[in-house]
């Protein structure tokens, strides 16, 4: 089955240590998403990428970075984790038809990497 | 301000209830509106969504939402819940020129036997 997969699906890591989690997608989606959630919130969107074209939340902190070295595959590095950094980072997909004439598309999510900073 | 609210943080049934939950949303052009679900530790999942045409869309798993444009209200709803049904819930809206979400802050589903 077509799908978006994150790794690992737990991982801990030290204050200040340097983190990178996966996302991979075999839906052939153009558009990749990063989401921040924290416990009983909703989703909050750090980046997204239209094909390689990289679209950074304005509040999204600087610690935060992301690359997307093909359509597969999208990685968050956080750069220097701090406690409040600690939560669930879910990954998405979709398929956008234009960057000139975007519409909301269906996003397809990943089960998520929880993340705990010790 | 494009926004979603969702007035109940969390509901509690009976297996077998009926269900509503409620999203009104605030948006400023035609809104594209999605209902997601998320069990425990997992990540969310498209039940339905509303982007024209009959206001009474049907989802999986037995959902269904009603947009109701006068109101700006896109309630879910499934006549008969199941224990399976116990998660959070998530109301969505996009629209034209934006590839991104605004979610609700959720509505978190306690069934009991």
């Known amino acids: 089955d077509a799908m978006v997969i994150q790794n690992p699906r737990y991982q801990v890591t030290q204050f200040g240590k340097p983190v990178t989690l996966s996302c991979s997608q075999t839906?052939?989606?153009?558009?990749m998403y990063w989401y921040q959630q924290k416990s009983s919130q909703a989703p909050k969107l750090l980046f997204h990428?239209?094909?390689?074209?990289?679209?950074n939340e304005a509040d999204t902190p600087d610690n935060f970075q992301s690359r997307r070295p093909n359509t597969s595959f999208c990685f968050l590095d956080i750069r220097s984790p701090g406690l409040g950094d600690a939560a669930m980072y879910l990954c998405?997909?979709?398929?956008?038809?234009?960057?000139?004439?975007?519409?909301?598309?269906?996003?397809?999510f990943g089960d998520g990497t929880r993340l705990s900073i010790l | 301000a494009q926004s979603v609210t969702q007035p109940d943080i969390h509901i509690t049934v009976s297996e077998g209830a009926s269900l509503e939950l409620r999203c009104n949303y605030s948006?400023?052009?035609?809104?594209?509106l999605f209902w997601y679900v998320q069990s425990p530790g997992q990540g969310l999942q498209l039940l339905l969504k509303?982007?024209?045409?009959?206001?009474l869309v049907q989802g999986i798993k037995g959902f269904e939402a009603e947009f109701k444009r006068s109101q700006s209200s896109f309630n879910l709803r499934k006549p008969s819940v199941h224990w399976s049904d116990a998660a959070e819930y998530f109301c969505?809206?996009?629209?034209?020129?934006?590839?991104?979400?605004?979610f609700g802050t959720g509505t978190r589903l306690q069934v009991f036997p």
């Open positions: 998405a997909t979709s398929r956008e038809l234009t960057a000139s004439t975007a519409v909301t598309q269906p996003q397809h």
């Open positions: 839906l052939n989606h153009n558009v």
């Open positions: 990428y239209y094909d390689k074209d990289f679209n």
């Open positions: 948006y400023g052009a035609t809104p594209y």
């Open positions: 509303y982007f024209s045409g009959d206001t």
């Open positions: 969505a809206v996009g629209g034209y020129n934006t590839d991104k979400l605004i």
